[in-house]
């Protein structure tokens, strides 16, 4: 049975930094690409960044230079390092696999705010 959890979320004010992980169990972590979503109210679903196996990575324009998705294969666990965080960067945040179907995390709430 697959599972993603993440963790990590919270309220951080305007510059602050959290660190998401997502904790993987089900499948073989270690061959897979793994990624982080956000959604914000209203909109669409978009992917943030994406780690493939081995670690080659990539982001979304708008968080280039802030965010660093990285990779524990040891704990089947990936993480999203948010650095210098804007309002607009509110949304709850997934994972996903491509593994098999495809498979999401339940979501963690950001809230950048003062």
């Known amino acids: 049975q697959v599972q993603l959890v993440e963790s990590g979320g919270g309220l951080v004010q305007p510059g602050g930094s959290l660190r998401l992980s997502c904790a993987a169990s089900?499948?073989?972590?270690?061959?897979?690409?793994m990624s982080w979503y956000r959604q914000a109210p209203g909109k669409e679903r978009e992917r943030v960044a994406r780690?493939?196996?081995?670690?080659?990575?990539n982001y979304a324009d708008s968080v280039k230079g802030r965010f660093t998705i990285s990779r524990d294969n040891a704990k089947n666990t990936v993480y999203l390092q948010m650095d210098s965080l804007k309002p607009e960067d509110t949304a709850v945040y997934y994972c996903?696999?491509?593994?098999?179907?495809?498979?999401w995390g339940q979501g963690t709430q950001v809230t950048v705010s003062s």
């Open positions: 089900g499948f073989a972590f270690r061959l897979y690409a």
């Open positions: 780690i493939t196996s081995p670690d080659s990575t």
């Open positions: 996903y696999t491509g593994f098999s179907s495809g498979y």
